[in-house]
């Protein structure tokens, strides 16, 4: 059974960094195809892909927030990690981690629960 | 970078009636990266069909996807209460991936 669970502070204040960590169980980030991703979603507003890492350590990321973010891997672990620099209120919003099957598999399959991020002073 | 247009932004319908929902693509997507999601209030989003037309496990077959190139669609042939959402598109291109702004089927 495919589980994530994303976890990190719940405020943070502006031009802080955020760090989100999405601690899986399931399937193994070394499998081929593989890939764990990032998607966030403000308040009452649509999904955004942000960032996506891969089985063999490539990494994707959303042009409009590419420098800004970076996701990691920690195998042994099985988590993601994903880093957001210079925190703007515009950032609030509930940030979900998600499982993409495999090769020629282009869709998120299991997502964890969510976690809501307010940034404010 | 592919955008992704859906609409109507809101379908106002009743249980047992037809959905017809339109995801536009700003320019050609291949079927095969194409996706629909289902989001209910407080939930994370469900994949419903992804390449264009295959039902995700567990799927009910009142659910079905189709189109090519920019147009794609998804169709609840008969509305159930559980079905009232929103729903997104999503596309994999030039190794980003990318969702639509959502269609919110609610009841009419």
């Known amino acids: 059974q495919i589980t994530l669970k994303e976890s990190g502070p719940t405020l943070v204040k502006p031009t802080q960094t955020l760090t989100l960590t999405c601690t899986f169980s399931?399937?193994?980030?070394?499998?081929?195809?593989?890939?764990v991703g990032w998607i966030r979603q403000p308040p009452g507003k649509a999904l955004e892909w942000l960032a996506l890492?891969?089985?063999?350590?490539?990494?994707r990321y959303s042009p409009s927030l590419k420098n800004r973010l970076t996701i990691t891997r920690d195998t042994s672990k099985n988590q993601v990690v994903l880093t957001m620099t210079s925190m703007d209120p515009v950032d609030t919003a509930t940030y979900y981690c998600?499982?993409?099957?495999?090769?020629?598999?282009?869709?998120?399959?299991?997502w964890g629960q969510g976690t809501l991020v307010t940034v404010s002073s | 970078e592919i955008v992704l247009t859906q609409s109507p932004g809101t379908l106002s319908l009743s249980p047992g009636e037809r959905a017809t929902l339109s995801c536009r693509a700003s320019?050609?997507?291949?079927?095969?990266?194409l996706a629909w999601y289902q989001q209910k209030p407080g939930q994370a989003p469900r994949v419903l069909i992804y390449?264009?037309?295959t039902r995700a496990t567990g799927i009910p077959d009142r659910f079905s996807g189709s189109g090519s190139g920019t147009d794609f669609t998804l169709i609840i042939s008969r509305l159930e209460p559980e079905d009232f959402a929103v729903y997104y598109c999503?596309?994999?291109?030039?190794?980003?991936?990318?969702f639509g702004q959502g269609t919110k089927v609610e009841i009419k």
């Open positions: 998600a499982h993409r099957p495999g090769l020629s598999r282009y869709y998120f399959d299991y």
């Open positions: 399931g399937f193994s980030l070394s499998t081929s195809g593989v890939g």
């Open positions: 890492i891969y089985w063999d350590d490539d990494t």
């Open positions: 320019q050609s997507v291949s079927s095969s990266y």
């Open positions: 390449g264009a037309s």
């Open positions: 999503q596309q994999y291109g030039s190794s980003l991936w990318t």
